[in-house]
Each structure stands twice: as C-alpha cells, then as structure tokens.
C-alpha cells in the first residue's frame, strides 16, 4: 500500500472516529447539554460557594403553555357582566350554567367562573391553595390605551408574533437582544449557594427553552422517564458496538494516556454526564409507579398526557431532593396546541359546542395535571418513607405562562392572537383565594383595548416574574440584575406569595 493509502487511511478513521464523539457527545446520555457537563456546577459551586448558603428548600415550576392560551375561556365573568361576554364571544361562549363558579376572598366588584373542565383548579383555589392574576403580559414602560394609540411609549418588539412573545416572556428583557432568560439568571446567582449539588439548579421536562439559560448555568435535561443513559444490554451487534466503543473511550478520562487532549476531555464529559445520570435515577427510584402495590403509589395519580407525565416526573425529582443535594430547583414544563385559530370548540360528536372542542380539552389536561401535582407534593411532604417534611408544602410553587392571550371577540371558529391574559399561581406559599391584577373592562374599544380585543396588559411580566423571585430568595440588590427592567414599574411585589 502506497503512503499515500495509508495516508487517506488514516485520515478516514480519525474523520470517522471525531464523527463518533462528537455524535454520543451530542446525544441525551446523562441528559446533560455539553456545555453544562463542561461547566460543571459541582466544581463551579465549590469555587463559588458563599458563607452560610440556602435554608430550606424551595422550587419553582414553570408551566408554559405554549401557543397563546385563550384565558378569555378559562375565567369567565358571571352575573351582569357575562352578557358582554357572550355578545363578544358568540360561538366561543361557554354557557354561565356550566362554569365552575368561585368565591374570592377579595371583592373586586366581580364574580367569575373557572371553565367547566377546570372543577380542580377551582377545588385548589377554594382550599386558599391557588390565585389568579388578570391581563399580564411584556410590557417596556406602564402603557394606556391612548398611549398605544398615540405611540406615546415604546412598546416590545413584534408584538402578536409567537417567537418573539415567547422570548419575552422568558426572558423579561423585551428591548434588548435574548442571551439569557430570568430562571437562569436567577440560577447564575444562587447556584454557588448549593455546592453539593448533583445537577444543574434548571431542570427542563420540555426540551431546551430560553427561561432557564443563563451565562453559567445550564438546563439539565430530563425525559418524563428520568435521565437518559447508554444502552445496557444490548443483544444488537451495531449498539454492542456503539456501547463497547463509548466506554473505550470514557475509559481515556480514568488513567489511560492518550495523547489527543480533546479527546481526553470529552471522555470527561461523557464520564460525568453518565454519572449524573446514574445519580439521578437512583435518586428517583424510591417513587417508581407500582400501582397501587407498595412501596410506592401516587395518592391521586397523575393523567397520562404531556402535562401530566412532566408534572409527574417534576415531582419525583422534587422528591429526592435530598439525596440530590438540592437546596433551590426551577423546572420547565410546556404542553403545545394552544393557538386556537380554528376547531377551538366542538368536536366531531359535538359540532360547535364550547363545552368541547381543542380548549376544552386542554383546559382539562391542565386542571388534572396541576390537580395531581398538588396533591403529589403533599403527599411527598407527609411520607415517611421519604423523611417526611411539612415544609415542602410552603416549599413548591407552579405558575402558568403562555405566548400571549388571545383576542376576546370570536373570528369564527377560534381566537387570534391578543396581548394581555390571565395566569394561574398554584402551591402552599401562595396566598390562594384571590384574585390580584385588574380585571379588563369587556368592551371591544373600551379602556383596555387595543382596538380589536386585545387586552393591553396593566401588569407585567416583570411585576409578576419579579414576585416569584423574591420567594424563591433573589436579594433586593441582585433584583435588577434578573429584571432590568424592573423599576420601571409600579408594583415590583404583587403580593400573591406568602
């Protein structure tokens, strides 16, 4: 064979043996994102790691629904006000006898009703365990009607565009170029403050979103079944192969000389990312399903769909919290279909009914979902087996998040997209039983309007997202760092956490 031969040899299998890492290094083993098992918390956090550290235990539980939900629907005004509803809605309307009515503690001159397949969440906000909060949504300054109108304030770019409302939302920065989100800002402050962490302060369920991006601290991925690992056992000639060649490879990070660094450096990575992973469903172990047979089953169990099987997973980590190291955890959960143009009520057995349809049907994953996750934290806070602790009730908070509502007046068949909506506040710290924001005025061109039923929000993300992170234990001083936009408000603590 010719040197040159041997040459494109050669050549051949270094491309090829590259190809290899540099695939199984992008692949979900351990669930890790590269950059994060490169970063590695536990080494940055002991470098990091301030005096005296976290108390307790708190985390946070993002709900996106992603879409733009139609909250138009899921709160309805009842009494003298729900005529205008049903003049704006039309075929959209649901009917005042089949909502789920509610009783806040506050009396804000309304009566209202949750959506006739939320009987849970009206169930949790009765026990004081959940809130609402009306017309929320990105906003640069405090805006009126006359002032959109006008063009008298600046306003978030691309307004009513999904991927832009989206990364406002997540973001909290609408005027400014998206690098990070508020939950991983919020995780770049507080991660040294738990060094004995296993994994990453942000934990997706949901793939990779901009909320939990920060400048250290990466996501941490995880599948509704835990941490994806190597396949064991293996009977398949080609995946025997792929396992044999990723351990020769780890094997290179534990005293094998090799003379090519970056190799040596991604069988680090992979050799971390897997034992992350092995921590993790180890840890989650103690709360595998049987059942209804010991040792373990969910109480109220978790419904079999997108929301449900992430909200379940969300609390099996949450319950081993302990053996994790973990002292302050956000998660991200989102369920898509929420753009309701078309189809959104009636279904084939039931043509044009509001009570059924695409909403409704997401209305009901969402009110079983949090139902169950709810009584799931409860029932973790009060297991002995899992070293019971009643803190963890206080300890838990799940909020909702959407593109952007929808607008109030039918086009149809659906809604379009809108500005301004409503969202849900759910856990033992919230103060429950009420309502906080301001209700919109239900007047196409009224006070509220754009023009066309879309609510001008009068509360934003900041205020809202700004709540959240002071519970959670963002100091004053490190506020405007998470939300820069922050003291342009009025109203930097809503109240709604205890």
């Given at each position: 064979?010719?040197?040159k031969?041997?040459?494109?040899d050669?050549?051949?299998?270094?491309r090829?043996?590259?190809?290899f890492?540099?695939?199984?290094a992008c692949a979900?083993?351990?669930?890790l994102?590269?950059?994060?098992?490169?970063?590695?918390?536990r080494?940055i956090?002991?470098v990091?790691a301030q005096?005296g550290g976290?108390?307790?235990?708190k985390?946070?539980v993002?709900?996106f629904?992603?879409?733009?939900n139609?909250?138009?629907?899921?709160l309805?005004?009842?009494?003298?006000?729900?005529?205008?509803?049903?003049?704006?809605?039309?075929n959209l309307?649901?009917?005042?006898?089949?909502l789920?009515p509610?009783?806040?503690?506050?009396?804000?001159g309304?009566?209202?009703?949750?959506?006739?397949?939320?009987s849970?969440?009206?169930?949790?906000?009765?026990e004081?365990k959940?809130?609402v909060?009306?017309?929320?949504?990105?906003?640069?300054y405090?805006?009126?009607?006359?002032q959109?109108?006008k063009k008298l304030?600046a306003m978030?770019p691309?307004?009513f565009?999904?991927?832009?409302?989206?990364t406002?939302?997540q973001?909290?920065i609408?005027?400014?170029?998206?690098?990070t989100?508020?939950?991983?800002r919020?995780a770049d402050?507080?991660h040294?403050?738990q060094?004995?962490?296993d994994?990453?302060?942000?934990?997706s369920?949901a793939?990779?979103?901009?909320f939990?991006?920060?400048?250290?601290?990466a996501?941490y991925h995880?599948?509704?079944s835990?941490?994806?690992?190597?396949?064991?056992?293996?009977?398949?000639?080609?995946?025997?192969?792929?396992?044999?060649?990723m351990q020769n490879?780890i094997?290179?990070?534990?005293?094998?000389?090799h003379?090519?660094q970056?190799?040596?450096a991604y069988?680090?990575?992979m050799?971390r990312a897997?034992?992350t992973g092995?921590?993790l469903?180890s840890a989650i172990a103690p709360?595998?399903?049987?059942?209804?047979?010991?040792?373990w089953?969910w109480?109220?169990?978790?419904p079999?769909?997108t929301?449900g099987?992430?909200l379940?997973m969300?609390?099996?980590?949450?319950a081993?919290?302990?053996?994790l190291g973990m002292k302050?955890?956000?998660?991200?959960c989102?369920?898509?279909g929420?753009?309701?143009?078309?189809?959104?009520?009636?279904?084939?057995?039931?043509?044009?009914?509001?009570?059924?349809?695409a909403h409704?049907?997401?209305?009901?994953?969402l009110?079983?979902?949090?139902y169950?996750?709810?009584?799931?934290?409860?029932?973790?806070?009060g297991?002995a087996?899992l070293?019971?602790?009643?803190?963890l009730?206080?300890?838990?908070t799940a909020f909702?998040?959407?593109?952007?509502?929808?607008?109030?007046?039918t086009?149809?068949q659906?809604?379009?997209?809108?500005?301004?909506?409503?969202h849900?506040?759910?856990g033992?710290?919230?103060q429950?039983?009420?309502?906080?924001?301001?209700?919109?005025v239900?007047q196409?061109?009224?006070?509220?309007d754009?023009s066309?039923g879309?609510?001008?929000?009068t509360?934003?993300?900041d205020e809202?997202?700004?709540?959240?992170?002071?519970?959670?234990?963002v100091?004053a001083s490190?506020?405007n760092?998470v939300?820069p936009?922050l003291g342009?408000?009025?109203?930097p603590d809503l109240?709604?956490?205890?």
């Open positions: 064979m010719s040197s031969s041997k040459d494109d050669r050549q051949v299998l270094l090829s043996r590259r190809d890492i540099r695939q199984v979900g083993v351990g669930s994102a590269l950059t994060s098992s490169i970063r590695d918390m080494l956090n002991s990091l005096a976290l108390t307790g235990y985390a946070l993002c709900l629904l992603a879409g733009g139609d909250c138009n629907n899921l309805v005004p009842r009494g003298a006000e729900y005529t205008s509803y049903q003049a704006a809605r039309q309307a649901i009917p005042e006898l089949s789920n509610i009783s806040p503690i506050n009396n804000d309304h009566s209202y009703g949750f959506h006739p397949n939320c849970e969440l009206a169930n949790l906000f009765g004081g959940l809130a909060l009306f017309n929320v949504g990105p906003l640069l405090p805006t009126t009607r006359d959109y109108q304030v978030p691309q307004l565009s999904h991927s832009d409302q989206v406002h939302w973001t909290s609408p005027d400014q170029p998206a690098k989100g508020w939950g991983g919020i402050i507080l040294s403050q060094p004995g962490a994994i990453s302060l942000t934990t369920l793939g990779a979103n901009t939990e991006v920060g400048n250290s601290v996501q995880v599948s509704t835990g941490a994806v690992t190597l396949l064991k056992g293996s009977t398949t000639p080609l995946d025997t192969w792929r396992v044999n060649a490879i094997n290179q990070s534990k005293g094998i000389t003379p090519n970056q190799d040596r069988a680090e990575v050799d897997i034992a092995q921590v469903n709360t595998v399903d049987t059942g209804g047979t010991p040792p089953t109480a109220t169990p978790f079999n769909t929301l099987n992430q379940k969300v609390a099996r980590v949450i081993a919290r302990n053996a302050r955890q956000i998660f991200f989102s369920v898509g929420y753009d309701t143009h078309t189809a959104q009520v009636g279904d084939n057995a039931h043509p044009g009914d509001p009570l059924y349809g409704a049907s997401l209305m009901n994953e009110s079983e979902g949090v169950a996750f709810q009584r799931g934290i409860e029932q973790v806070a297991s087996a070293g019971a602790d009643p803190s009730v206080q300890g838990v909702t998040a959407s593109d952007f509502g929808r607008t109030f007046p086009n149809g659906g809604s379009d997209h809108g500005w301004g909506g409503h849900l506040m759910i033992g710290a919230v429950g039983r009420r309502t906080y924001g301001t209700f919109p239900l196409i061109n009224g006070p509220n754009t066309t879309r609510w001008i929000p509360t934003s993300v809202y997202s700004a709540t959240l992170a002071k519970w959670f234990g100091a490190d506020m760092t939300f936009n342009r408000f009025a109203v109240g709604f956490m205890a």
